[in-house]
């Protein structure tokens, strides 16, 4: 995701950066924003299969799903089967995927997996600690003392 300067402007006006702004030092703003930090989470939905596998080992995920795709009822059956090719097919899961966020309501209304299971899979697209430029921009963005110029002055 791309810097959004007005909104880095916006952010930069706040409190928490006013020394750096008052003594010029961009660089300093910049590296604020880059700090990693525990309070921060940013969301990074795109999650490798062998964290979802690992997530679907413990307790007891991967065999409630098995059981339902062979013994469920009619629907169930059919549900649990493709979560089952899901996680043989795949590379990554986009956690927020509107298709997939379907196909985990639907599990946990058949009660193939719980509203805990739902949780604790989704959350896996969480990440802290990151930074406030990442909370802002995306997973991985980092703003430069450039960036914080242009977004104060219009000059890089």
Request: charged content about 20%; glycine content about 6%.
């Amino acid at each position: 995701m791309a810097i959004d300067y007005p909104q880095l402007r916006t952010e930069l006006l706040l409190p928490a950066y006013a020394a750096f702004l008052a003594a010029g030092n961009d660089q300093g703003a910049a590296d604020s924003l880059n700090a990693a930090s525990s309070a921060m989470v940013v969301r990074s939905p795109l999650v490798p299969i062998w964290r979802v596998l690992a997530w679907a080992a413990a307790e007891g995920r991967f065999e409630r799903v098995q059981a339902a795709a062979t013994s469920g009822a009619p629907g169930i059956k059919s549900l649990a089967a493709c979560a089952l090719k899901i996680l043989d097919a795949l590379a990554d899961v986009n956690l927020d995927a509107p298709e997939f966020r379907a196909l985990l309501t639907a599990l946990v209304s058949a009660a193939v997996l719980t509203v805990a299971d739902r949780d604790a899979l989704l959350a896996l697209g969480d990440r802290s600690p990151a930074s406030r430029a990442e909370v802002l921009f995306g997973a991985g963005v980092a703003v430069s003392s450039s960036d914080v110029a242009r977004a104060l002055r219009g000059t890089p």
